[in-house]
């Protein structure tokens, strides 16, 4: 209940409007994550894992040999899974479903979640950054905008910034917790920290996001990026996105909470 309760928080900040909601049936949940490929999506932020000692200036060899352990429990793809549904029990409308259901259950729907979930999980992301910047390099003015399209309209409500600092937040805050670092923060001084790097942040995150949109969308005609640009941008399917967002990052941020939980166990803690 308290990892709806914070999920739901993040979805009140997001000002879905108000819309009465519905409860789904559980095989309509599980529908709605294959079709969309979110449960693919939901499984690879296990991938993000790697990055946690970095965030606390270490590295996984600090932990001992029982990181890889601890991390996939915590990280467990059924375990993702079941937080996402027990969410979208209590937020997925009917309008909703239907929106994504109808396009993503299309031909090219299908083509699109297939290379998504391809590019999701992918390991080696720096190579996907590069190969998808040569491809920007090379592409059209007219390719390169509808790609910028597409990824403004899979975060229209710019949460991601927001997002990620709070993912940063709470896991360092969960880590000197729980003894990881031997230096205690304070959350108004790290944050103030973080935000003075904030527009560095926002256009990393729009770099990035535009390579991975060259990479990923490779394969696909400048037509069907505009049909999947149009589709994306349809008033049901933002919403759509702002939810799946909203869940990804709330599900991140408690599970690298938990992340910092476990390693305070393999650590002696250090200077952060």
Same mark, same amino acid.
Do not use: C
């Given at each position: 209940?308290? /990892?709806? #309760?914070?999920?739901?928080?993040?979805l =009140?900040?997001? =000002?879905l !409007?108000?819309?009465?909601?519905?409860?789904?049936?559980r095989?309509?949940?599980?529908?709605?994550?294959?079709?969309?490929? +979110?449960?693919? %999506?939901?499984?690879?932020?296990?991938l993000?894992a790697r990055?946690?000692?970095? *965030?606390?200036g *270490?590295?996984?060899?600090?932990? !001992?040999?029982?990181?890889?352990r601890?991390?996939?429990?915590?990280?467990?793809?059924?375990?993702?899974?079941?937080?996402?549904?027990?969410?979208?029990?209590?937020?997925?409308?009917?309008?909703?479903?239907?929106?994504?259901?109808?396009?993503?259950?299309?031909?090219? $729907?299908?083509?699109?979640?297939a290379?998504?979930?391809?590019?999701?999980?992918? %390991?080696?992301?720096?190579?996907?950054?590069?190969? $998808?910047?040569a @491809?920007?390099?090379?592409?059209?003015?007219e390719r390169?905008?509808?790609?910028?399209?597409?990824?403004?309209?899979?975060?229209?409500?710019? #949460?991601? #910034?927001?997002?990620?600092?709070?993912?940063?937040?709470?896991?360092?805050?969960?880590?000197?917790?729980?003894?990881?670092?031997? /230096?205690?923060?304070d959350?108004?001084?790290?944050?103030?920290? @973080?935000?003075?790097?904030?527009?560095?942040?926002?256009e990393?995150?729009?770099?990035? !996001?535009?390579?991975?949109?060259? %990479?990923?969308?490779?394969e +696909?005609?400048?037509?069907? #990026?505009?049909?999947?640009?149009?589709a994306?941008?349809?008033?049901?399917?933002? /919403?759509v996105y702002?939810? *799946?967002?909203a869940?990804?990052?709330?599900?991140?941020?408690?599970?690298?909470? =938990?992340?910092?939980?476990?390693?305070?166990? *393999?650590?002696?803690?250090?200077e952060?």
């Amino acid at each position: 209940m308290a /990892r709806v #309760i914070g999920a739901l928080a993040v979805l =009140a900040a997001l =000002a879905l !409007g108000g819309a009465s909601l519905r409860a789904q049936e559980r095989p309509d949940l599980e529908a709605f994550l294959k079709v969309t490929g +979110f449960d693919v %999506a939901l499984e690879s932020i296990a991938l993000s894992a790697r990055e946690a000692p970095a *965030m606390l200036g *270490m590295s996984v060899g600090d932990f !001992g040999e029982d990181w890889t352990r601890a991390a996939e429990e915590v990280f467990a793809p059924d375990l993702l899974r079941g937080i996402a549904l027990d969410i979208l029990d209590q937020t997925l409308t009917e309008d909703m479903l239907a929106a994504a259901s109808e396009f993503y259950a299309t031909s090219l $729907g299908q083509r699109l979640v297939a290379a998504e979930n391809a590019s999701h999980m992918d %390991a080696d992301a720096a190579a996907r950054q590069e190969r $998808g910047a040569a @491809l920007l390099e090379a592409a059209t003015p007219e390719r390169v905008a509808l790609l910028t399209r597409l990824t403004e309209a899979v975060d229209s409500a710019g #949460i991601a #910034i927001d997002a990620v600092r709070e993912v940063q937040v709470r896991f360092l805050l969960a880590a000197s917790a729980a003894g990881v670092t031997d /230096r205690r923060i304070d959350e108004e001084t790290l944050r103030r920290i @973080l935000s003075a790097s904030d527009a560095e942040l926002r256009e990393n995150l729009k770099e990035n !996001g535009l390579n991975g949109a060259a %990479a990923t969308y490779e394969e +696909f005609t400048e037509s069907e #990026i505009a049909t999947y640009a149009e589709a994306l941008e349809a008033s049901d399917m933002q /919403r759509v996105y702002e939810l *799946m967002n909203a869940i990804q990052f709330e599900i991140m941020a408690e599970r690298f909470e =938990a992340l910092a939980l476990r390693m305070a166990d *393999m650590s002696a803690g250090q200077e952060l």
